[in-house]
Each structure stands twice: as C-alpha cells, then as structure tokens.
C-alpha cells in the first residue's frame, strides 16, 4: 500500500525565509509523487508532480521539490517566502501516472510571519 | 471554461438523511473522481467514474454511491447519514491524467 507522511502540521517561516516542507512516501511500486496547495475555503491547485523524468522538479509560484530514492523523501522548497504563500500543503502519491486514486498526507499549514 | 464546479458550496443535514453532491467537470474531461476531507484531514479517495462506470473505489462504506451522467456531470450520494460524514467533499475531474479539482461541497451533519 502506498502513503505519505508530512512532517510537521504547522510550519513558520519569516518573509523572505527560505521554506522546507518535509515529505517522505511508502510505495511497494516507482511512486508518482505530488504537492498540493489549499487555499482556505478553495479547491486543491497542484504546485508540481514527479513522474521520473527528473529528480528536481520545479512547480508554479517559484517552488520545486526533489525525489530522493534513497532517503524516500520529496520535500518541498522556496528560496524566499513571500505572504501569500500562507496556506495548507498537501503532498500526495499515486502508483499511476494518471490521477487516479492520489492518496494524500494530512497537510501542512505554512503561516509567513512578517 | 470553466473549471470543476461543485454545487451546493455548503449544506447542512440531520443525521439518518440522505445528500446528493453535484460535480460539473472542466469542459472535455471525461473522469471524475470523489474524495473526502475530513476537519484538519488530507483528502480521502471514495471513487471514481469513467465512461458512467465506477472504475475504482477508495474504503468506504456502501452509503456512498455515485452516478456519472452522459455528458460526464456525476453525482455522490450519501445515505443515512452520520455525524462523522461531516466534511468537504472534492471533486475532481481528469482527461489523460491531470486532475483538476473544484472548490468542494462542506456539508455539515447535525
């Protein structure tokens, strides 16, 4: 069966600061691996997903992540935090290419201090 | 075009009822997929329709059946409703494997 454990549900970060999100995944097959983002009271907007066409995987809004086989890690990342990144986090696995059947973490609320 | 939109945005039900969430897919995408989210929860996968089939279920209970029309539109139902039923329920919908998702029902059990 495949999972993903978030580490952390709250994470702070000044303005400016770089941000790390902690994901690491269980998967018995090559994972297709992704993050999400929530905005309260909105749907889900995807930032990036890994399909093995690389390691480092570069998503909207100037964030990236990089799959880490060894350490079973796809942490996600952004140089500078700017205020309106403040929302939940969501990374996410599938064992298909396709959409299908994505199992999700519990979330990260990323909050910007000023 | 429009994206996935999702209707009503929130409802609120006794316990022992039944709901109906509605889900109009993006323009073209011909899957549609139903998850969860619980309070302070990722989302949960309950299932998906492809073709008016469903194609695949997550691990709930026969309460919740769905119904994918046509014209690709679905349906979830939930019967005899819980308290614990109580959250926002996604919808998503899919053309070659990209999902995109709507802005959810909450639905609330009293």
């Known amino acids: 069966a495949q999972s993903v454990t978030q580490l952390g549900s709250h994470v702070s970060v000044s303005e400016g600061a770089l941000v790390l999100l902690r994901c690491n995944y269980s998967s018995s097959v090559p994972p297709y691996l992704f993050w999400y983002v929530q905005y309260p009271n909105q749907g889900l907007q995807l930032l990036l997903k890994y399909t093995s066409a690389a390691t480092l995987v570069k998503g909207i809004n100037g964030f990236e992540a990089e799959f880490k086989k060894s350490e079973t890690s796809f942490h996600l990342t952004k140089p500078s935090a700017h205020m309106s990144d403040a929302a939940e986090y969501f990374c996410a696995v599938s064992e298909r290419e396709r959409d299908d059947k994505i199992i999700f973490g519990k979330g990260t609320r990323l909050h910007i201090l000023p | 075009d429009a994206g996935v939109t999702q209707s009503p945005t929130h409802l609120i039900k006794t316990r022992g009822q039944q709901v109906t969430l509605r889900c109009s897919p993006k323009?073209?995408?011909?899957?549609v997929s139903w998850y969860q989210q619980a309070l302070g929860q990722g989302p949960q996968f309950i299932f998906q329709?492809?073709?008016?089939?469903?194609?695949q279920r997550g691990n709930f209970p026969d309460r919740f059946s769905g119904h994918q029309y046509p014209n690709y539109s679905s349906e979830l139902n939930v019967n005899a409703l819980l308290l614990g039923d109580s959250a926002l329920y996604l919808c998503?919908?899919?053309?070659?494997?990209?999902?995109?998702f709507g802005q959810g029902t909450r639905l609330t059990v009293v």
């Open positions: 323009s073209g995408h011909d899957t």
């Open positions: 329709y492809y073709e008016e089939e469903e194609r």
């Open positions: 998503a919908s899919s053309l070659d494997g990209r999902a995109f």
